[in-house]
């Protein structure tokens, strides 16, 4: 089950991504929001985070209008490593090198066929399971443990 939330700014991105994950056959959970009055993503940051690292979902995607308030928000939840990525190198990489579990974009950064690309690497790309990678990862919960309560 993957989770995917917006707020007013990509309503039109977020419902485009969730009809391409249903075609490619995945179960989607849609936190909203569902119009496009103005909304605070920091709430649908939030419900998405928090089915994740519940999880309820196995991963996410929050789309704003640049993606950089969804993943600040969302990096704020425990367990939660959200990548906001602008291109799909980098989608890949986070996922094989950070295992990322929520992916951040921009509809007022990059065009349709570009999310949807940057989507399907995300979703598609396994973690790499690398020592340096599993150790990298388990120090960034330590800090986590260390500040968060
Ligand atoms: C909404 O105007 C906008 O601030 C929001 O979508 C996002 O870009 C915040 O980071």
């Given at each position: ?16 991504i969730?009809?391409h ?91 349709v066929g570009?999310a949807l690309d940057?989507v399907d ?29």
């Amino acid at each position: 089950m993957i989770a995917i939330g917006c707020d007013h700014a990509a309503l039109a991105l977020k419902e485009t991504i969730k009809k391409h994950l249903k075609e490619r056959g995945f179960e989607v959970e849609d936190f909203g929001c569902f119009s496009s009055e103005s909304v605070d993503y920091s709430d649908y940051a939030l419900m998405v985070a928090e089915a994740v690292a519940g999880g309820k979902c196995e991963k996410g995607i929050l789309v704003c209008g640049t993606g950089i308030g969804m993943s600040i928000a969302a990096n704020k939840v425990k367990g939660i490593r959200c990548a906001h990525c602008s291109d799909t190198f980098s989608a890949k990489a986070t996922r094989q090198h950070n295992d990322a579990n929520i992916l951040a974009l921009g509809e007022r950064v990059v065009g349709v066929g570009l999310a949807l690309d940057i989507v399907d690497c995300f979703i598609d790309t396994p973690f790499s399971n690398e020592e340096r990678h599993m150790r990298r990862i388990n120090k960034i919960s330590a800090i986590e443990n260390k500040y968060f309560k």
